[in-house]
């Protein structure tokens, strides 16, 4: 049923009854574009920021079809305009998500709510320097959306995605099992391709993990890498040498595809129409997503579980020693940034 009578009139203009006299065409055509009524029933994805990022992830998920609604949210009200209209193209072919405008407080509404908006690494420019201008932006965006609605799933993008996390599971009022980023899921995929690729295998034979930060303190749990379920050394035997080269090329391939692109969104679009679907459809998948460790009071990323409520579990992964250290220093420096953020001080934040 419509939920007020603001609605219920929309929904006639919409239907087969004729305007009211004092409704202009040009009125009619906004309204029809930016306040569709909203009583469908089905699964709501709400993407906040629909620059580059947003749009491949919109694009993917209408494309999925896992959605009833896809509501697009952006600073740029005529951008976003654009970008809805363009997007509502896309879906004549079969695809019957509704995409719409929506408002801060119908995305906090819905089951998924997809965080893109802030701006994108400069090239050659660490994420953490994109700190304090992307955390202004959350918190303006959760102030707004709040209270959420009670079972909905805030899945951030926003970089520096582990910071951002951490952040939104202090700042959004959800359960922190409800919040995650899409953390290391992207270097996970990045590595597998390049495993695949070195094995002549498909990406999807390859089991690994990058986990730590969604940035360059990342490591690769090389004594968990298996192709086909074969420890990996038994079926591609690679030296220290080539490790190194491996993880040197997933740990920048973002910087080189920024330096020449401006920008990475296919690959991201992809991970997280995936992660929508693990969320809707319960599906229990195992991700590397950046999540919140009680015993660290940090946001990284290590194996979870995800389902409808979120993070069903956090598994813990063996690593070794080296492994191990070397993932110790990556949340240490995440706990550097954030303490640093929530306590400004010149000395701390000059080491950042
Ligand atoms: N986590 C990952 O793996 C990953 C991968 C790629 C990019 N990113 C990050 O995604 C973010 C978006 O990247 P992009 O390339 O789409 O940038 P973009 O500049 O193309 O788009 C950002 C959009 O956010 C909007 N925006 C800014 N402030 C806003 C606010 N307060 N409210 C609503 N909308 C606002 C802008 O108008 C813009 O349309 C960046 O932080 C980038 O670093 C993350």
Not at 75 to 98: C, I, M, N, W
Not at 214 to 234: E, F, K, L, Y
Request: glycine share 8%.
């Amino acid at each position: 049923m419509p939920r007020t009578w603001t609605d219920t009139s929309i929904l006639l203009l919409h239907v087969d009854h004729p305007p009211p006299v004092n409704v202009s065409p040009s009125h009619i055509y906004t309204l029809s574009h930016t306040h569709i009524m909203s009583d469908f029933s089905g699964p709501r994805i709400a993407i906040i920021g629909i620059g580059k990022v947003g749009a491949a992830v919109a694009y993917s998920i209408i494309h999925r079809q896992i959605a009833s609604e896809v509501l697009i949210l952006d600073l740029k009200e005529d951008f976003q305009d654009a970008q809805v209209q363009d997007l509502r193209d896309s879906t004549s072919f079969g695809v019957s998500p509704r995409v719409r405008p929506g408002t801060w407080k119908e995305c906090g509404q819905c089951d998924i709510i997809v965080f893109t908006a802030g701006t994108n690494q400069k090239a050659g420019e660490s994420r953490l320097s994109l700190l304090q201008r992307n955390l202004g932006v959350i918190r303006g965006g959760f102030d707004k959306m709040a209270p959420f609605k009670d079972d909905a799933i805030l899945v951030m993008v926003t970089n520096p995605v582990d910071i951002m996390t951490y952040f939104a599971v202090k700042y959004s009022g959800l359960p922190a099992s409800q919040v995650f980023g899409s953390g290391t899921i992207l270097d996970t995929t990045r590595l597998k391709d390049t495993i695949a690729q070195r094995a002549q295998v498909a990406p999807r034979a390859v089991h690994a993990y990058v986990v730590g930060e969604h940035g360059d303190s990342q490591t690769i749990a090389w004594s968990n890498m298996a192709i086909g379920g074969i420890p990996v050394d038994q079926v591609l035997p690679l030296d220290l040498d080539e490790k190194h080269e491996v993880a040197e090329f997933v740990r920048f391939k973002a910087d080189r595809l920024n330096k020449v692109k401006g920008e990475t969104s296919f690959g991201i679009g992809a991970v997280i129409s995936s992660i929508c679907t693990s969320i809707l459809l319960d599906e229990r998948h195992v991700l590397p997503l950046s999540h919140y460790h009680a015993d660290y009071g940090m946001c990284f990323s290590k194996p979870a579980i995800v389902g409808r409520r979120g993070i069903v579990r956090s598994l813990d992964i063996l690593l070794d020693e080296d492994e191990q250290a070397s993932l110790e220093k990556s949340i240490h420096k995440l706990k550097t940034v954030a303490y640093a953020t929530e306590n400004p001080e010149p000395v701390i934040a000059s080491r950042l």
